[in-house]
C-alpha cells in the first residue's frame, strides 16, 4: 500500500526507476534537463523585463518633463502606459494567463483589503497634506489639472484611479514579477519589482509609503496567485485620494 | 580499481551498487571504457574551473556595488560644496538615499547576488537616464566609470545565472 502512495520517478530516457540522485544508474541521463533548460531561459527573460521597464520609465520621463500638464496630454500618457502592459502582458499570454483568474475568492478578505486601503490613504493624505503646507509652506492637488473640465471629475478618476490599479497590476504585479520568477525567488522578485515600481514614480519621498505599498500587493499577489486583490486595493486606495480632493475633506477637517 | 572494490564513484566518491552502469550522482560512466571515464572526468574538471571563474566574476560585480556607493558619496560631497540654492538639500537627500541603496544591495549581494545586482543596475541605470534628461553633458561625464561598473554588473548577472546552471549540471547545491 505504501508503495502504492509514493510517486515513482521514472527515468525521462529509459523509463528505468530512479530511488535517489540526478542521473539514471542504468543509461547515465541526469534527470535534471529541464531545470537546466528553464535557466537557459532566464538571461531573455531579464532582457524582456528590461526592455518592458525602459518603455514604462521613457513614458514617466515624459510625463515628467512636461511642464504645462492638460488632460490631453495626461490622457495620452495613460494609454500609452496601458497599451504597453497590455501588449507586454499578452506577449506572454500562456505564462500570464493564470494571473487573471480569481482562485479562492474571498469576499471577506476583500472587503478587509479595500477598507485597510481607504484608512491607509486617508491618513497617507493627512500627513503628505500636513508636511506640505507646514514644512513646504505649499498647497498641491492633482485636481487642479482636471477641474477645468467638463467631466474633470470622471477623467480623475479614469487617470488616477482605475488605469493605473488595472494597468500597473498588470505591468508589475503581473508581468515583470512573472518575468522575475523565472530568474529569481518569490521574495527577491517581491522586492525588485516593488524597488522598481517606486523608482518609476520618479519621486524620492515616496520611498517610505510607495514602497512598502508596493511590498505588500506583491506579498498579496504572490499568496493569493491573482492581481485582483491587488488592482482592488490600489483602485480604493487612489480613489480615496480622489474622494478627499472632490469634496475638499482637507478644508472641513481644518 | 581501489574505488570499484570500495563501491565509491571515482568522481564524486558517493557509494554505489555493482549493477549501476552509472553513479547516480554525478553520472560517471562505471562500465564505461577508459577513455569514456577520462572524457567524463575531463569534462567535469572544465565545468568546475569555469565555475570558479565565474565566481570570481559575480564577486567582483558585488563589490562594484560598494564602488557605486562610495562614487556616489564622493560626488555628493563635491556636488553639496560647490552647488548652492534651493535644490541643494534635494540634490542632497536623493544622494544619501543613493548611497544608502548601493552600500545596501552590496550587503544583500552577499547573500542574493542576483536580486541585489538586478536591483542595482535598474538603479544605476535609472539615475544614468534621469540625469541625462536633466543635463545630457552627464552622460559624457566619468563615461569609462560608467561602462565598467555597467559592464561588472551585466557580466555579473549573466555570470551568476550561469553558476546556477552550472551547479545544477554538476548536481552541486
Known amino acids: 500500500m505504501e508503495q502504492e502512495e509514493t510517486p515513482r520517478k521514472l527515468c525521462s530516457n529509459c523509463q528505468n526507476e530512479i530511488a535517489e540522485g540526478n542521473f539514471c544508474s542504468k543509461c547515465g541521463q541526469a534527470q535534471n534537463d529541464l531545470e537546466v533548460q528553464i535557466y537557459s531561459k532566464k538571461w531573455l527573460s531579464l532582457l524582456q ?169 506583491g506579498h498579496i499577489r504572490i499568496k493569493e496567485k491573482t492581481i485582483w486583490y491587488g488592482v482592488a486595493i490600489h483602485f480604493i486606495f487612489n480613489l480615496t485620494t480622489c474622494l478627499v480632493e472632490f469634496f475638499n475633506i482637507d478644508h472641513f477637517i481644518s | 580499481m581501489e574505488n570499484i572494490a570500495n563501491n565509491d564513484c571515482s568522481c564524486c566518491y558517493t557509494k554505489y551498487e555493482i549493477n549501476d552502469l552509472f553513479c547516480k550522482t554525478c553520472g560517471f560512466p562505471f562500465q564505461g571504457t577508459e577513455q569514456d571515464q577520462k572524457n567524463f572526468l575531463s569534462e567535469r574538471n572544465v565545468k568546475e574551473i569555469d565555475l570558479e571563474s565565474l565566481n570570481e566574476k559575480v564577486a567582483t560585480a558585488c563589490k562594484s556595488l560598494y564602488w557605486l556607493s562610495g562614487l556616489t558619496a564622493f560626488s555628493a560631497i563635491v556636488i553639496y560644496f560647490s552647488s548652492a540654492g534651493e535644490d541643494q538639500l534635494a540634490t542632497l537627500m536623493t544622494n544619501i538615499f543613493l548611497i544608502l541603496s548601493f552600500l545596501g544591495l552590496g550587503i544583500w549581494s552577499k547573500h542574493k547576488p542576483t536580486a541585489a545586482m538586478i536591483t542595482g543596475l535598474s538603479l544605476y541605470l535609472i539615475v544614468i537616464l534621469l540625469n541625462a534628461v536633466i543635463s545630457p553633458m552627464t552622460i559624457v561625464s566619468g563615461l569609462i566609470v560608467k561602462i565598467i561598473v555597467i559592464g561588472a554588473l551585466i557580466k555579473g548577472i549573466k555570470a551568476v545565472l550561469e553558476v546556477d546552471k552550472l551547479k545544477k549540471e554538476l548536481n552541486i547545491d
Not at chain 1, 471629475?153 to 500597473?168: D, T
Open chain 1, 49 to 217: 523585463a528590461g526592455l518592458f521597464i525602459l518603455i514604462q520609465l521613457v513614458l514617466c520621463i515624459c510625463a515628467f518633463l512636461i511642464q504645462e500638464t492638460s488632460i490631453t496630454i495626461t490622457l495620452a500618457l495613460d494609454f500609452a502606459m496601458a497599451g504597453t502592459a497590455m501588449a507586454f502582458f499578452t506577449y506572454n499570454w500562456s505564462e500570464n494567463k493564470p494571473l487573471l483568474r480569481w482562485p479562492n475568492f474571498s469576499l471577506k478578505k476583500l472587503l478587509a483589503f479595500v477598507a485597510l486601503a481607504a484608512m491607509a490613504s486617508l491618513t497617507l493624505h493627512f500627513i503628505a497634506n500636513y508636511i506640505n503646507t507646514r514644512f513646504l509652506h505649499e498647497k498641491f492637488t492633482y485636481f487642479d489639472v482636471y477641474k477645468s473640465h467638463e467631466y474633470g471629475r470622471y477623467i480623475m478618476i479614469l487617470s488616477m484611479a482605475i488605469f493605473p490599479a488595472v494597468f500597473e497590476e498588470l505591468s508589475f504585479r503581473g508581468y515583470l514579477m512573472q518575468k522575475l520568477l523565472i530568474v529569481v525567488g518569490e521574495k527577491e522578485a517581491i522586492y525588485i519589482s516593488s524597488f522598481l515600481f517606486f523608482i518609476i514614480h520618479l519621486n524620492v519621498l515616496s520611498f517610505f509609503w510607495l514602497l512598502p505599498f508596493a511590498i505588500i500587493l
